[in-house]
């Protein structure tokens, strides 16, 4: 993690990524890389989703070599080189990215942004370290958006850096009860054929509203390329409920918003799906989402977050609660990398991926951008969260919430 410390010892203030880049730093080994790989959707409605997190590894990986790379075994300092390759959240082309690093000379791999996609990406890995019967891919993969709980459990080799988003909406139903405690029915409408937006509703949102006391009388449904939404938003205004929860992504939520600015529909509360927490959905439809409540996992609320955020917007993406983690799931790597002693020659690629993998798992706590972030002994992580509201310009944190850590 880049520490604010090192940059002021630099630049004598917390400055940006260009800033960061004039340090004078130890050069590193020219033959010596460590080779990190990225994927997720690069085209299609989902395709910002993979520009930032493509655009955080480069950010992080850029100040990790600026800052002298990475440590080896024997004390040689070797560079990171990224790759980010494009899978169109499709599963049979992301088992296929997945294959294309595992038989090439990568260390890890950060992804992907589909649950449909890292499902079958994780079940093509070997499911038990140093079950030589398992002829699956043995290279360690780190998730960074994919939401869909406990898919770490599949395999030694499959990390995830997720928020729990159980843990995130009883935290949002509580403060709705305490703040609104007028409002008390709820009605959604969710993007059906998109396992992120579809599950978080009628598994998590819905179920946690009900034990919260609510009266939840239905959703409306669309397709998350859909462009045309009047018949649900009249859906919507018919069912009349004090709170509307938008579970879908960026592209067809602000489709769905300005459709009931159009028909002059203000529920009193408006209630968002985690991913719609980043900086795209003010720009493309910030006056329509406007006091929207959404629980999230990234806020630039101290210096390391502005800094990571500035870094990433250098390389021409969003700062949001996934790409956020795949900058901490860097990280973690380099730190799991010089704490078991990786060499990064051509002979070794085998052993190294398995000291990552061996690494990535000893980590009990790794530094994270609003605090220390727990992993668990399934490879899942146990992070802080905020609950913020979508302002007209920009995101507004309205409760900060530290969870238990191992």
């Given at each position: 993690?880049?520490?604010?410390?090192?940059?002021?010892?630099?630049?004598?203030?917390?400055?940006?990524?260009?800033?960061?880049?004039?340090?004078?730093?130890?050069?590193?080994?020219?033959?010596?890389?460590?080779?990190?790989?990225?994927?997720?959707?690069?085209?299609?409605?989902?395709?910002?989703f993979g520009d930032n997190?493509?655009?955080?590894?480069?950010?992080?990986?850029?100040?990790?070599?600026?800052?002298?790379?990475?440590?080896?075994?024997?004390?040689?300092?070797?560079?990171?080189?990224?790759?980010?390759?494009?899978?169109?959240?499709?599963?049979?082309?992301?088992?296929?990215?997945?294959?294309?690093?595992?038989?090439?000379?990568?260390?890890?791999?950060?992804?992907?942004?589909?649950?449909?996609?890292?499902?079958?990406?994780?079940?093509?890995?070997?499911?038990?370290?140093?079950?030589?019967?398992?002829?699956?891919?043995?290279?360690?993969?780190?998730?960074?958006?994919?939401?869909?709980?406990?898919?770490?459990?599949?395999?030694?080799?499959?990390?995830?850096?997720?928020?729990?988003?159980?843990?995130?909406?009883?935290?949002?139903?509580?403060?709705?009860?305490?703040?609104?405690?007028?409002?008390?029915?709820?009605?959604?409408?969710?993007?059906?054929?998109?396992?992120?937006?579809?599950?978080?509703?009628?598994?998590?949102?819905?179920?946690?509203?009900?034990?919260?006391?609510?009266?939840?009388?239905?959703?409306?449904?669309?397709?998350?390329?859909?462009?045309?939404?009047?018949?649900?938003?009249?859906?919507?205004a018919a069912v009349n409920?004090?709170?509307?929860?938008?579970?879908?992504?960026?592209?067809?939520?602000?489709?769905?918003?300005?459709?009931?600015?159009?028909?002059?529909?203000?529920?009193?509360?408006?209630?968002?799906?985690?991913?719609?927490?980043?900086?795209?959905?003010?720009?493309?439809?910030?006056?329509?989402?406007?006091?929207?409540?959404?629980?999230?996992?990234?806020?630039?609320?101290?210096?390391?977050?502005?800094?990571?955020?500035?870094?990433?917007?250098?390389?021409?993406?969003?700062?949001?609660?996934?790409?956020?983690?795949?900058?901490?799931?860097?990280?973690?790597?380099?730190?799991?990398?010089?704490n078991e002693g990786v060499?990064?020659?051509?002979?070794?690629?085998?052993?190294?991926?398995?000291?990552?993998?061996?690494?990535?798992?000893?980590?009990?706590?790794?530094?994270?951008?609003?605090?220390?972030?727990?992993?668990?002994?399934?490879?899942?992580?146990?992070?802080?969260?905020?609950?913020?509201?979508?302002?007209?310009?920009?995101?507004?944190?309205?409760?900060?919430?530290?969870?238990?850590?191992?």
């Amino acid at each position: 993690m880049i520490t604010i410390s090192a940059v002021k010892s630099c630049t004598g203030a917390v400055v940006g990524l260009a800033a960061a880049m004039l340090c004078a730093q130890p050069a590193w080994s020219a033959d010596r890389v460590v080779k990190i790989g990225g994927f997720g959707a690069k085209s299609g409605v989902l395709k910002p989703f993979g520009d930032n997190s493509e655009a955080a590894m480069r950010a992080a990986g850029s100040l990790i070599n600026r800052a002298g790379g990475v440590r080896l075994a024997d004390g040689t300092r070797a560079r990171i080189e990224i790759e980010y390759r494009d899978d169109r959240c499709d599963s049979e082309l992301g088992v296929a990215t997945l294959g294309s690093f595992a038989e090439e000379d990568w260390l890890a791999v950060i992804g992907t942004t589909c649950s449909s996609v890292l499902k079958p990406v994780f079940e093509s890995l070997q499911k038990q370290a140093g079950d030589d019967s398992d002829t699956g891919h043995r290279i360690p993969v780190f998730a960074d958006v994919a939401m869909r709980k406990g898919l770490a459990g599949i395999s030694d080799w499959a990390f995830r850096n997720i928020p729990d988003e159980i843990q995130m909406y009883d935290a949002l139903w509580a403060w709705m009860r305490q703040e609104n405690a007028e409002l008390k029915t709820v009605y959604a409408g969710v993007e059906e054929n998109f396992v992120h937006s579809n599950q978080t509703w009628y598994n998590i949102i819905k179920e946690r509203a009900g034990l919260a006391g609510y009266e939840v009388k239905g959703q409306a449904k669309w397709l998350v390329d859909d462009v045309d939404f009047v018949e649900q938003v009249k859906e919507m205004a018919a069912v009349n409920a004090d709170i509307v929860v938008i579970s879908a992504h960026p592209f067809s939520a602000c489709g769905v918003l300005r459709e009931m600015e159009r028909q002059n529909y203000n529920p009193p509360a408006v209630i968002g799906l985690t991913s719609l927490t980043t900086p795209q959905l003010i720009e493309d439809c910030g006056a329509q989402a406007a006091g929207m409540i959404v629980p999230t996992s990234f806020a630039p609320i101290n210096d390391i977050a502005r800094a990571a955020a500035a870094a990433t917007a250098q390389f021409g993406g969003y700062a949001d609660l996934h790409s956020m983690a795949a900058w901490e799931n860097m990280y973690a790597i380099k730190q799991a990398i010089e704490n078991e002693g990786v060499e990064a020659k051509p002979e070794t690629v085998a052993e190294d991926r398995e000291k990552i993998r061996r690494g990535i798992q000893k980590l009990n706590l790794v530094d994270g951008l609003l605090g220390p972030i727990a992993r668990t002994n399934e490879g899942e992580s146990d992070k802080d969260f905020v609950l913020v509201k979508a302002m007209t310009d920009g995101w507004e944190v309205i409760e900060q919430k530290e969870t238990a850590k191992n």
